[in-house]
Nanobody, 120 residues
Framework: QVQLVESGGGLVQPGGSLRLSCAAS????????MGWYRQAPGKRREGVAV???????NYADSVKGRFTISRDNAKNTVDLQMNSLKPEDTAVYYC??????????????WGQGTQVTVSS
């Protein structure tokens, strides 16, 4: 199986920056896409940014130009650099990995979530 450990959330003022990190471990054979999702109170979980194994990225319109996703294939990590943060970015952020592990087929794995709060 795959375990995901997230770090980097916290409280930041509007206009500030935060960097989220996620490390995948376990009996991993291959990692395909890696990404970040978020869920605000009373709202559905939404995709924020994803990155393919080849480095192709895709962003939600609401974060384009402000957030940057990156990955280190050697370390099985994915980061999300968040700049120019807005109050509407406040949410629990979840790391997602699509991977093949052990005897399992390809599957999605989720981190435990990290809180990001943007407030003055």
């Amino acid at each position: 199986q795959v375990q995901l450990v997230e770090s980097g959330g916290g409280l930041v003022q509007p206009g500030g920056s935060l960097r989220l990190s996620c490390a995948a471990s376990g009996s991993i054979s291959s990692i395909y896409t890696m990404g970040w999702y978020r869920q605000a109170p009373g709202k559905r979980r939404e995709g924020v940014a994803v990155i393919s194994s080849g480095g192709i990225t895709n962003y939600a319109d609401s974060v384009k130009g402000r957030f940057t996703i990156s990955r280190d294939n050697a370390k099985n990590t994915v980061d999300l650099q968040m700049n120019s943060l807005k109050p509407e970015d406040t949410a629990v952020y979840y790391c997602n990995v699509n991977a093949q592990a052990g005897w399992s087929g390809r599957a999605d794995y989720w981190g435990q979530g990290t809180q990001v709060t943007v407030s003055s």
